[in-house]
């Protein structure tokens, strides 16, 4: 039995989890590398600061798991349109590139 056949959407139709799983990744790359740094920078203890950053991941998490999970479509409902497909990768883009780009911002 793989993982597949542990992962549900709220119909209960298996989902693909590795999408899921690669943006809890990155949630925890980022909120735990540059979290605790920030934080300690703006005058945190280092308690707080993870604290925190533990926090942002798990609030990310959350959020993934909302949308590529339990709102996800299941695996036999064929492919998605590609308009709203590219229109979403071009979001998270986006969205990656300006949180990249926020953490390149010198601190104060």
């Known amino acids: 039995m793989g993982v597949e056949a542990l992962v549900h ?7 693909d989890p590795v999408p899921f799983l690669v943006t809890a990744g990155l949630a925890f790359t980022f909120a735990l590398s540059f979290g605790p740094i920030y934080g300690l920078s703006y005058g945190l203890t280092l308690a707080a600061s993870l604290a925190l950053s533990t926090l942002a991941f798990a609030a990310a998490t959350g959020i993934a798991y909302q949308q590529l999970v339990r709102c996800a479509p299941p695996l036999d409902a064929g492919p998605l349109p590609p308009g709203p497909r ?4 071009l979001y998270a883009g986006m ?7 926020a953490l390149t911002v010198p601190l104060l």
């Open 9 to 15: 959407n709220r119909h209960g139709d298996r989902v």
């Open 86 to 89: 590219f229109e979403r990768l």
């Open 95 to 101: 969205a990656l590139g300006v949180l990249i780009v």
